[in-house]
C-alpha cells in the first residue's frame, strides 16, 4: 500500500460552489455527477463533494478522541516527557482497547497503531512525534518567565553600554 496516494482521476475533485455555479450555467461538469450533486441537495446531504466517506469508513477513532489523543501528547511534550513514535503508537492502542473501540487486526497482531495511521493522526494534527532529547531538571525549571526577563533586562543594559 502506498504511504502518499496519487489521484488518477478527476471525479469528485469539483468544488461545491463550483457544482452551485454549474446548476445556474453551462460548465464543464459531467451531467451524471452533477445530476448526482443535485439529488443530494434536495435531500440535504451535501456536506462535501467528492470521495470522504471511504476516509470516514475506515476511521479508527472519532474526531474527539483522536483531538483527546493529540492535546495528550502535546501535554507531555510541554512538561518535557516527549513520547517516541513507537511509544504513541502503543499509546494510540491502549486508548482504543480501553475505549472498546474496534481495531483493525493487525493493530492486536503487532501490539502498536499501523504506521499509515499514525503519519496521517500527526498530519491531522500538526504533530511532530520523534526521538525526545533529555533535559536536565535544573535546565528544564531554569528556563522560566522570570529568569527570560532577567536576562533581557540585563542584555539591554550590556547593549546600552
Request: proline share 3%; hydrophobic share 30%; aromatic share 8%.
Amino acid at each position: 500500500m502506498p504511504r502518499t496516494y496519487k489521484r488518477k482521476t478527476s471525479w469528485g475533485s469539483t468544488s461545491l460552489e463550483e457544482m452551485e455555479r454549474a446548476m445556474a450555467k453551462e460548465r464543464n461538469i459531467d451531467r451524471s455527477a452533477l445530476r448526482r450533486y443535485m439529488k443530494k441537495r434536495e435531500a440535504k446531504e451535501v456536506k462535501t463533494v467528492g470521495y470522504g466517506g471511504t476516509a470516514e469508513a475506515k476511521r479508527v477513532f472519532s474526531e474527539e478522541v483522536e483531538k483527546e489523543l493529540a492535546d495528550h501528547t502535546k501535554k507531555l511534550a510541554e512538561q518535557f516527557h516527549g513520547l517516541t513514535p513507537k511509544k504513541c503508537r502503543e499509546l494510540a492502542l491502549e486508548l482504543a482497547e480501553r475505549n472498546n473501540i474496534p481495531t483493525p487486526s493487525n493493530w492486536r497482531d503487532k501490539g502498536l497503531a499501523g504506521k499509515d495511521w499514525f503519519k496521517n493522526f500527526l498530519a491531522r494534527h500538526h504533530l511532530s512525534c520523534c526521538m525526545p532529547e533529555a533535559t536536565s531538571l535544573g535546565r528544564a525549571t531554569a528556563f522560566n518567565k522570570t529568569t527570560v526577563e532577567e536576562f533581557s533586562d540585563n542584555l539591554a543594559n550590556v547593549m546600552d553600554r
